[in-house]
Nanobody, 115 residues
Framework: VQLQASGGGFVQAGGSLRLSCAAS????????MAWYRQAPGKQRELVAR???????NYANSVKGRFTISRDNAKSTVYLQMNSLEPEDTAVYYC??????????WGQGTQVTVSS
C-alpha cells in the first residue's frame, strides 16, 4: 500500500489549504482514512478520520475549520483546511487502516502558517 500526500505549503493565518492523499495498492473503499499531524517537539496527533461508510470525527482544535472527505472512485482522501492558525503548523500525514488491522502511513507534507 502506498499513500502519496500533497497540497502542503506556506500560508498566512486565516488562509486555506487543501491536502490530498492518493492511495494505491489497496482496496480503498474498505479502508478507514485519516490525517494526523506532528509539530516540532510534539507527539503525532489525530486531526480527522473518515470511516468506510463516511462517518467523520475531528480533533477539537480543528472542528468547524477542517473538513475531511473521500473519493472512492479516485482512491483519494482530502483535508480542506480553512481559517488556518499558526498552531496548525506541522507535518501532516495520511493514514489508512484496513479491516485486517493493516496500518499504513504516507510520507508527510509540511504545512506552515505564519502569523
Amino acid at each position: 500500500v502506498q499513500l502519496q500526500a500533497s497540497g502542503g505549503g506556506f500560508v498566512q493565518a486565516g488562509g486555506s489549504l487543501r491536502l490530498s492523499c492518493a492511495a494505491s495498492g489497496s482496496r480503498f473503499s474498505i479502508t478507514d482514512m485519516a490525517w494526523y499531524r506532528q509539530a516540532p517537539g510534539k507527539q503525532r496527533e489525530l486531526v480527522a478520520r473518515i470511516a468506510i461508510g463516511g462517518a467523520t470525527n475531528y480533533a477539537n482544535s480543528v472542528k468547524g475549520r477542517f473538513t475531511i472527505s473521500r473519493d472512492n472512485a479516485k482512491s483519494t482522501v482530502y483535508l480542506q483546511m480553512n481559517s488556518l492558525e499558526p498552531e496548525d503548523t506541522a507535518v501532516y500525514y495520511c493514514n489508512s487502516q484496513n479491516p485486517w488491522g493493516g496500518i499504513y502511513w504516507g510520507q508527510g507534507t509540511q504545512v506552515t502558517v505564519s502569523s
